[in-house]
């Protein structure tokens, strides 16, 4: 029954935050936290505080770490620095290329992808880091911006006076 509390409490966090990210994206501290990502020169160009804002931004994201950090802790019960192993690191680290930037759908959908793939692929266990690293190799050839990529919503350019 523990588990099934955690698994249930986990679900309803990980609706909860992406709820708030999905808020805090629409408004300006979000399209800052975008504008700096893009080009942090435009950025302190246009009046943006990029101290703060990048501030912001590990805050939130060095506090959603710490409740992942609780579950975690509560799950395996003992913490220590042993626990986490470089393959874990790496993993992280794949599954933000392959997801892309800025996009949290394909994170989520990357994180599946690269959880369940090593479970397919099991045959080739000694062989698993050097498929990670060909896979981030590939898709920063072939997909840069990852599997989905962010939609911006903005108003439509106009069209200018042709020169002939």
Same mark, same amino acid.
């Given at each position: 029954?523990?588990f099934?509390?955690?698994y249930?409490?986990l679900v309803l966090?990980?609706l909860l935050?992406?709820?708030?990210?999905?808020r805090l994206?629409?408004?300006p501290?979000?399209?800052?936290w975008? $504008? @700096?990502r893009?080009?942090?020169?435009?950025c302190?160009?246009?009046?943006?505080?990029?101290? @703060?804002?990048?501030l912001? $931004?590990f805050?939130?994201g060095?506090?959603?770490a710490?409740?992942?950090?609780v579950f975690?802790?509560s799950?395996q019960g003992?913490?220590n620095?042993?626990s986490?192993?470089f393959?874990?690191?790496?993993?992280?680290l794949?599954?933000v290329?392959l997801?892309?930037?800025?996009?949290?759908l394909g994170?989520v959908?990357a994180?599946?992808?690269?959880?369940?793939?090593?479970?397919?692929l099991?045959s080739?266990?000694?062989?698993?880091?050097l498929?990670?690293?060909?896979?981030?190799?590939l898709m920063?050839?072939?997909?840069p911006r990852?599997l989905?990529?962010t939609?911006?919503?903005g108003?439509?350019l106009r069209?200018g006076?042709r020169h002939?």
């Open positions: 029954m523990k099934i509390f955690i249930t409490v966090v990980v935050v992406l709820y708030i990210k999905h994206t629409r408004m501290i979000g399209r800052a975008e $504008a @700096l893009e080009d942090e020169i435009a302190r160009a246009m009046g943006l505080n990029h101290v @703060l804002v990048k912001s $931004a805050m939130l060095a506090s959603t710490g409740i992942a950090g975690f802790a799950y003992f913490v620095p042993t986490f192993t393959f874990e690191s790496a993993l992280i794949a599954i290329v997801g892309g930037m800025g996009s949290t994170v959908l994180a599946f992808v690269l959880t369940v793939a090593p479970e397919l099991r080739f266990a000694e062989y698993r880091v498929l990670f690293g060909m896979l981030m190799v920063m050839i072939w997909r990852g989905v990529r939609s911006r919503v108003v439509p069209q006076a002939e």
